[in-house]
């Protein structure tokens, strides 16, 4: 009988033991700290300045317009006074100001011609080129080269080539793909103006309006 009681309290004891996390096997441990995510930039930027060594990087509002860049250009005349014959161009320097590889984009919108009145010449053009029904005819006749970084450039809906010489207004609300622009890289867009020497009378004080947005998209992976 005492033997008997001697394993019961044996084996309590050592379930005890268990139980109780009475081993203390060895241990280690180690800690890295100070993990951080942060987040990449994409910071496109516009050139206030195109001539050659002379780069100001803008933001919105101070992004330049065709005409700033033609004063600077020393070719005010060709694009406040324009003319059958005429052909000149702009530079627009843009830049990636972020740490992300980039796709620079061109968007020309918010067109509007306007006739301005009839002169004399343009009154006696065929087909009533002015009048107070007429929105002006400079938009359809101003033939626009766009090349970026001396390439042509795409349509981004369709992929197809932006056609030299390509009218204002056939430019309007299509999104044109520039080309890559990685992190703190620069590119250069030329835009060409033409008027060729057959236009004629029809757009005799004429006047045309756009905007044209710049855009920066992340490079998908």
Known sequence: MK???????TLVVVAGMIGGG???????TETSTGNTFTA??????????????TPDWVDDPNV???????????????VNKMKPGDTDGIII?????????????????NVVNKDNGCTEPEADVPDCSCGPDDGGELGANVLVTILYN??????????DPVLADTPLDDLECNNIILG?????ATGAITMTFTIPGTVGN??????????????LDQVQP
Do not use: C, R
């Not at 009475?22 to 280690?28: G, L, N, Q, V």
């Not at 317009?65 to 060709?78: C, H, P, R, S, Y």
């Not at 001396?150 to 992929?159: N, T």
């Open 3 to 9: 033997k008997i009681l001697i394993s019961l309290m």
């Open 22 to 28: 009475a081993f203390a096997y060895f241990s280690d």
């Open 40 to 53: 990449g930039t994409l910071d496109l930027k516009i050139d206030a300045d195109p001539l050659p060594g």
């Open 64 to 78: 330049p317009n065709v005409n700033d860049l033609a004063v600077l250009l020393g070719i005010e005349d060709t």
């Open 93 to 109: 320097g843009i830049k990636n100001a972020g740490s992300i590889d980039g796709i620079a984009d061109l968007h020309i919108k």
């Open 150 to 159: 001396g390439a042509p450039v795409s349509y981004e809906a369709s992929g």
């Open 180 to 184: 890559a622009l990685d992190a703190n």
């Open 202 to 215: 029809i757009i005799q004080s004429d006047s045309v309006e756009f905007d044209v947005e710049f855009s």
